[in-house]
């Protein structure tokens, strides 16, 4: 095991919260630190690294549990405001997924459809207080004979609403182009013609995972700061991976790493919440997601101090590789710090570029949770269990 | 149902600058073009009379974009699609703006933005 001349625990660290001495700052603020001062002297200093994200992230929903009726329900079938929601899980626990589109809704028929009303905006609405049309129906049995029910509720009528996302905060993500000679329509957004555009997510330089690419802090377990809430890391994400192309640096070049996460609906806000409608594509749910970084020791300072230069991300055909999974399966990469001057150099042309992720609320996000931690408000805490792939590095 | 080349005979027999800004164009069905015309008055309003005559209904752009600001969360995805330059990005604060006179009302911007911050109202 490699020695370090900064080694810092859990306890100590949330023992100078307590004490009102913690240094946080943010995983963007960390950069000039780690330059003026060097890796070792940063990491004395500096006890906890925010990071935040604000993004589309599809692979989410919440399990929702409306209480029992009477007489008693088993519901089989469950709408919300006409959107259904995955009703055969015990009587009234139903799992509502962001991207489920409403009963009805045309979706790409009309190509490209608008999908404006969905799973996400369900979520949204319930977060923003607002009155909610559930209808559901059952087949009957002895011990619930119910057949149909349906009722106007809020947020505060269900019993429990547990956002549980599967999969969200990649670790990297593709940049998007479209190379054919039509325009499509993707969760990447809309993708003009013959390299017209490209398109990019992650907030970069303030990512959280893109902050510890061996997942040394951050584990199931790991509390965070999620839709305004405070949530947990649950399991290691769909899709997680380690054994990727990855920099010198250490971080992977290609999506790698995602996170479960789990967090209580009723302490979430729409500032922190928000549903989107992708044109042709489908709805979907944006969410901010924070976590803090405790700098355990100088190599984890020189992790949290990577900018969006040494960031680098695949660019991806989304007319054909993506789709089909025919040809190259990258063309190119490009920084971080490219994508966000506005535009890059892809043969030979000048390609503008737009993103998904807020770099401005990625930062707000960044700074509440610096603000939450700061006030004790908001203690980190070490994970019970490593995710896979993790180096060592947790005490 | 127009039948002649009305972009061409705009061009040649009235003298115009033409610039497509945008264009809904299917054989058979209605379509819509967004277009910037420029060029003497006279021949502009000469122009506008052939159009009518040819069955084209013009009407002068009266479509005003609107930037909702508490729904904008500044990803920037609208910034490289508008045509004119209308959404800037402040580099300091990472903050989208919109600003109205350089809009054309071309409409890209309708189907980009994910968080619907942007509509359009018809006069």
């Known amino acids: 095991m490699k020695t370090h001349r900064v080694k810092k625990t859990y306890r100590e660290i949330n023992e100078k919260i307590r004490a009102g001495k913690v240094v946080v700052v943010t995983a963007e603020e960390i950069i000039d630190i780690a330059e003026r001062h060097g890796f070792e002297e940063a990491a004395e200093r500096v006890d906890i690294v925010t990071t935040g994200t604000f993004s589309p992230m599809c692979s989410s929903g919440a399990f929702l549990n409306f209480g029992h009726t009477s007489p008693k329900i088993k519901a089989t079938k469950v709408w919300f405001n006409d959107v259904p929601a995955y009703g055969y899980i015990a009587a009234v626990d139903c799992y509502l997924g962001a991207t489920a589109a409403a009963e009805g809704d045309p979706l790409n028929s009309i190509h490209p459809g608008e999908f404006n009303y969905g799973g996400g905006h369900v979520i ?62 993707t969760y990447m957004g809309v993708l003009r013609p013959r390299m017209a555009n490209v398109t990019y997510a992650t907030s970069g330089q303030l990512s959280p995972l893109f902050k510890d690419p061996y997942f040394k802090t951050i584990g199931i377990g790991t509390r965070i700061f999620l839709g305004g809430a405070q949530g947990y ?66 190599d984890m300072m020189r992790s949290v101090s990577l900018s969006d230069e040494d960031l680098v991300a695949p660019i991806v055909d989304y007319s054909r590789y993506y789709p089909t999974g025919e040809g190259e399966d990258q063309l190119g990469e490009v920084t971080y710090a490219q994508l966000r001057s506005g535009s890059i150099e892809f043969r030979n042309r000048k390609v503008p570029t737009g993103c998904f992720s807020s770099y401005a609320k990625a930062r707000e996000v960044a700074d509440h949770l610096k603000t939450l931690i700061r006030s004790g408000a908001f203690l980190p805490s070490q994970p019970v269990s490593p995710l896979p792939g993790a180096k060592e590095g947790l005490l | 149902m127009v039948e002649e080349p009305i972009t061409y005979r705009l061009i040649k027999d009235y003298d115009l600058m033409v610039n497509i800004l945008r264009a809904t164009i299917d ?97």
């Open chain 1, 124 to 185: 949204q609405d319930l977060v923003a207080g607002k009155m909610v049309k559930l209808r559901c129906e059952g087949y009957g049995t002895d011990c619930y004979p119910s057949l149909k029910f349906e009722k106007n509720v809020t947020l505060q009528d269900l019993r429990d609403a547990v956002l549980f996302n599967p999969r969200n905060a990649y670790q990297n993500y593709n940049v998007a182009i479209n190379m054919s000679d039509r325009i499509i329509y």
């Open chain 1, 233 to 298: 890391v649950a399991w290691p994400g769909t899709q997680h991976s380690f054994n990727v192309l990855r920099g010198e640096n250490g971080i992977p070049r290609e999506g790698a790493g995602t996170l479960a996460v789990v967090g209580n609906m009723k302490e979430m806000s729409p500032q922190w919440l928000r549903a989107v409608s992708y044109t042709g594509y489908g709805v979907s749910l944006s969410l901010a997601v924070g976590v803090p970084i405790p700098v355990i020791d100088e």
């Open chain 2, 27 to 123: 054989p058979g069905k209605q379509g819509t073009m967004v277009v910037e015309l420029s060029g003497e008055e006279n021949r502009i309003s000469q122009a506008f009379n052939y159009l009518e005559k040819a069955g084209v209904n013009v009407e002068p752009l009266s479509r005003e974009i609107q930037h909702l600001g508490e729904r904008c969360t500044s990803c920037t995805a609208c910034v490289p699609i508008c045509p004119t330059g209308a959404f800037e990005v402040d580099r300091n604060s990472w903050h989208v703006s919109f600003d109205s006179e350089k809009c054309v009302a071309c409409l890209s911007c309708l189907d980009v933005c994910i968080y619907r911050a942007i509509e359009v109202s018809l006069q």
